[in-house]
């Protein structure tokens, strides 16, 4: 056979395979395909309920919540479902639904290769019969042989059951949130009527929720998603020629009053719904309602439920006081970033407030709660606590004069003149003293040598996410002209408590699905982005009871005697919103009150509203966690800290000279005598610092800067008022002759001598005489034996045992220092021998 032929034969028998091979596999494909069988699909209640999620408090003993217990379900045929309900459904969710046989040929094929581009298998494109049949199928696998089942079996169920049948099951079957399962439910649930007797637009909100009941709930955070979602229902009834535009119009304008919420089988609601939130995001609304999750959280039950008792308690008594009749609460543990308390209202079933709105998570103004992240970043800079600003009226508008007039008239509402909350000034103030009692001009003045884009970046590294966009805020900023959220501002409180080390907060511990597999447990995530010594100096601030004092009292609800805490106040300008944030070392406890319509409250600062919330829980806290201090900050600034920065206001050129001399200081002039002096040169801090490089030397130009003559204006004025005068000191030209070594104390040891040789049992009498003829009487001997100190004396002499002293050896350095009377020291040293 020649290799032409063989070649041939060899194509025929490859070919002959391979339609072979096909026909076997096809054949092995429509056998498998075969023995799909439609699965029960009135099991509904024992499915769900088997594979329920379960979400339990840190312990993982206490239940908090029961996805599906006293699961709520009417079963109704398709006469007694509202058309507008049955259309919107269809309209939304499968528009082609009465032309397809099951499953939609481009929507497959869409999937098909969207699938084996990811790889993953989890692309929809489900028909409403798809979705009927994953429901009873119950399993989230993202496998192929899953998905060729789904819309094998849509088709299969096509042929079995009508459109009619079909949408009835769907209908039946829908998940609405929680516990409430089927439209006839959810109908009395959210509305309090039958299905058969919904409005068009109650019938668009309920179409709009299975896609994600959580998201969607109308008691949740959503409710502004939830109305576009039920605006784009009708949108595409319009479009599916379901209704008239004159229908649809009126649907869009028609106001629906939701249902209160039932409040069976839930503890921690609002914290349970933010958890709830989590996993659906995470895992998907059907893992979630069907996956049979274990949720171990990192809710503390034992103080969460005194936190709401205190909560409302005090906020049902702030109604009738101050107009206030909402309050929030959340804990952190400083240490970890877990979430150990969250209450989002007073009462998350009270419906005339709102109360399942969690105010934990929404955006509101901070008002001087935020100062605490403008000073760290001043800290950062080399500012310190020490640092003078001048607390006076201060015109920071470029469009106006320092006098706070216009340069143009048009302009006069462009003024920028911040007054303090009880409309005085101070004048010469520490960033220490100013942020203790939050005082509010000195807050501007750091912002602006702080940098707006610096700050918000601290605030953003701490943990506040909602600051985004640098170009809408201004020096208001300070005062809490941005937006946070109770969490996150808790949360990043939390770094200052943690010396400088961020650790995100969350809420979940550990999950487990239904086979005890785990699929997400805490880890620590921590990151320094703060230095350690600003967290420290905020730290001092906020628990430092004597600077606040002036303006809280001695004994405010701030103040705990005996235990490191830190607290910082807050109130807007329009009194909407008081806030008081503050931790020990292990938990940071945030707490708001205001309320929900956004309606003011009594004029009235937030240390009478809300800090007596904060003070009880925080109690709470003290009594659970043991006694533990902040880490303190240096007390002594590092010699290169120039004397602006650490507190010397009236000049910018230092000397030293001798207290008792008066003459300038020596390297013999003790420390004890030595006093920091300054020539008096009065100005604003920017006549001294470049804000573009706070440690840097002195500006050239100080007017070069915009704000100096806006803030010489008032210091300048505030200086005529007091009658003080520059350069009204000079530097001495003598240096100090009291110190000096001729005048030093001349020790001298009478007893013991070098020479003998001591018992070390005995007591040996230390005999000194001061020979120096300063005329400075001998005031203090100090005694050291190989560098310890042994003791002191008032006089010359001294008597010790040598046995009580602890590593003696055969021969010992014996050394007494002596002071007289203007600190002048002297000392002498032996070897004294001792026998052991």
């Keep these: 056979m020649t290799t032409k032929k063989i070649k041939s034969q060899l194509k025929k028998d490859v070919f002959i395979g391979l339609i072979t091979l096909s026909i076997f596999g096809a054949s092995f494909i429509m056998f498998w395909i075969s023995s799909f069988k439609i699965p029960d699909l009135n099991s509904f209640d024992e499915r769900i309920v088997a594979q329920s999620t379960k979400i339990y408090d840190r312990t993982g003993e206490i239940l908090l919540y029961d996805v599906h217990e006293n699961i709520r379900r009417t079963i109704i045929p398709y006469e007694e479902i509202s058309r507008d309900i049955k259309n919107a459904t269809v309209a ?10 099951g499953i939609k040929p481009t929507a497959f094929l869409r999937a ?47 042929r079995v059951m009508t459109k009619k049948e079909i949408l009835t099951l769907y ?33 668009a909100y309920l179409a709009a929720m299975p896609q994600a009941p959580t998201y969607y709930s109308p008691y949740g955070n959503n409710l502004d998603k939830l109305e576009k979602r039920k605006n784009l229902v009708l949108k595409k009834m319009l479009e599916n020629n379901f209704i008239t535009q004159e229908e649809h119009d009126e649907a869009q304008k028609e106001e629906i009053v939701f249902r209160e919420k039932s409040t069976k089988g839930i503890k921690a609601p609002h914290f349970v719904m933010y958890v709830r939130k989590y996993l659906e995001e995470k895992y998907g609304e059907k893992v979630l309602t069907e996956g049979g999750l274990k949720v171990i959280t990192t ?67 901070p008002g001087s709660s935020f100062k ?14 020490d640092t003078v600003l001048f607390d006076l009226k201060t015109e920071f508008s470029t469009y106006c004069k320092p006098d706070g007039t216009a340069i143009l008239s048009q302009y006069q509402d462009r003024c920028y003149s911040p007054e303090n909350y009880d409309h005085v000034y101070r004048g010469p103030m520490t960033l220490r003293e100013a942020l203790a009692q939050s005082v509010n001009v000195p807050a501007v003045k750091i912002l602006y040598l702080t940098g707006i884009a610096e700050s918000l970046k601290t605030a953003k590294d701490m943990g506040i996410n909602s600051l985004t966009n640098v170009a809408q805020y201004g020096l208001t900023l300070v005062l809490g002209g941005g937006e946070v959220s109770l969490l996150d501002i808790t949360g990043a409180y939390s770094v200052f408590a943690n010396e400088g080390i961020k650790n995100p907060h969350t809420s979940i511990l550990k999950i487990e699905d239904k086979e005890g597999h785990v699929l997400e447990e805490f880890e620590m995530n921590s990151k320094r982005v703060i230095p350690e010594l600003t967290a420290l100096y905020i730290s001092d601030i906020l628990s430092d009871n004597v600077a606040r004092t002036p303006a809280f009292g001695t004994n405010s609800p701030l103040y705990f005697p005996g235990r490191d805490v830190a607290g910082k106040t807050g109130t807007t300008n329009d009194y909407k919103d008081a806030w008081t944030v503050g931790y020990t070392p292990q938990v940071a406890l945030g707490v708001w009150a ?3 319509d956004n309606t003011s409250m009594e004029k009235k600062v937030a240390g009478f509203i809300v800090t007596p919330i904060w003070n009880s829980i925080m109690q709470e806290v003290l009594d659970k966690y043991p006694d533990e201090k902040f880490k303190k900050a240096p007390a002594d600034y590092d010699k290169s800290v120039r004397p602006i920065l650490r507190g010397v206001w009236q000049g910018g050129t230092t000397y030293f000279i001798d207290r008792i001399s008066g003459k300038l200081a020596t390297e013999y002039t003790p420390e004890e005598t030595k006093e920091e002096k300054v020539v008096e040169e009065y100005h604003s801090i920017l006549y001294w610092v470049d804000k573009n490089d706070i440690t840097g030397s002195k500006p050239l130009d100080p007017n070069k800067d915009l704000q100096y003559q806006r803030w010489e204006y008032g210091v300048q004025k505030w200086l005529a008022g007091q009658g003080i005068v520059n350069g009204t000191n000079l530097i001495p030209t003598e240096y ?44 203090k001997l100090n005694f050291y034996l190989n560098g310890r100190f042994i003791g002191s004396s008032n006089t010359t002499s001294f008597s010790f045992i040598p046995s009580d002293v602890s590593e003696i050896k055969d021969i ?6 002596g002071f007289d009377s203007v600190y002048n020291k002297g000392e002498t040293v032996i070897n004294l021998k001792i026998g052991i």
Excluded at 176 to 191: H, M, Q
């Design 112 to 158: 098909v290769l969207a699938n084996i581009k990811s790889g993953d298998f989890g692309q929809g494109g489900s028909t409403i019969t798809q979705q009927v049949v994953k429901n009873s199928i119950l399993t989230t696998e993202k496998k192929i042989a899953r998905k060729i089942k789904e819309w094998v079996l849509a088709v299969k169920l096509e």
């Design 299 to 365: 809710i503390d039950y034992d103080l969460q439920e005194k936190a709401e008792e205190i909560v409302k308690k005090t906020a049902l008594e702030n109604v009738e006081k101050y107009n206030a009749e909402n309050a929030s609460a959340v804990a952190v543990d400083s240490k970890t970033g877990q979430i150990l308390v969250m209450v989002g209202s007073r009462d998350y079933f009270d419906e005339e407030i709102d109360g399942n709105f969690n105010v934990a998570t929404a955006h509101r103004q």
């Design 736 to 779: 100090d002759d009291i110190h000096t070594p001729e005048k030093a104390p001349q020790i001298k040891l009478i007893y013991p001598n070098s020479t003998s040789v001591y018992s070390s049992s005995q007591k040996i009498n230390i005999l000194v005489s001061n020979n120096s003829y300063s005329g400075y009487p001998l005031i």
């Design 372 to 385: 605490p992240f403008v000073y760290a970043t001043a800290f950062n800079k080399g500012f310190t606590p």
């Design 171 to 203: 209908l039946n079957e829908t998940p609405y949130g929680g516990n409430i399962y089927g439209v006839e439910e959810a109908s009395l649930s959210f509305f309090g009527k039958q299905a058969k007797d919904l409005t068009l637009a109650e019938s």
């Design 812 to 817: 010992n350095e014996l050394k007494v220092v």
């Design 594 to 596: 205001g309320n929900n």
């Design 92 to 101: 939304i969710e499968d528009a082609e639904f009465y032309e397809h046989s």
